[in-house]
């Protein structure tokens, strides 16, 4: 059962009526929740009458729905051609090595960080790539990595 529903009801209610409204309701409710899970989409359905596979359809489709809890510090890791040939996978396994993560785990048990790879961060002069949060770092090696994550709490 999904806890904590009056700002949800009073942000449905706001939108109730209108046309056009899953996107901005999915955003204000991440807001509100921190992600976008299957209890939640369900709730919205009960209560908006749109469709769930709608609902779930568009909540995958764009990439600023997050499915599932993330990490105080969101650690995106570029994927790119200009990241891919200056050896961004050997940043990879540094991280994944640093922050203890265990195969098919993306954030870490503390959530203090999450590892998402993405098509590319638009850096490429300063491949390999990584952006944690806002902050970004370029031109990595796999030992850049500690130093990196000490910075943030």
Request: proline residues 3%; negative net charge; contains cysteine.
């Amino acid at each position: 059962m999904l806890e904590n529903t009056d700002k949800l009801d009073a942000l449905i209610q706001k939108y109730q009526g209108q046309e056009g409204i899953l996107i901005p309701l999915l955003q204000e409710a991440q807001e509100l929740y921190g992600h976008i899970n299957k209890e939640l989409m369900l709730y919205l359905s009960a209560k908006t009458e749109i469709p769930a596979a709608e609902i779930f359809g568009v909540a995958t489709f764009y990439s600023m729905f997050k499915l599932k809890a993330q990490g105080r510090h969101v650690i995106k890791i570029c994927k790119g051609t200009a990241c891919h040939v200056s050896d961004v996978d050997s940043i990879k396994f540094a991280l994944i090595e640093q922050l203890k993560l265990r195969p098919g785990e993306d954030t870490t048990s503390d959530m203090r960080f999450t590892l998402v790879e993405v098509a590319c961060l638009g850096c490429c002069s300063l491949a390999p790539v990584i952006m944690i949060d806002d902050k970004t770092y370029g031109k990595l090696a796999p030992e850049d990595i500690v130093g990196i994550l000490a910075n943030y709490s």
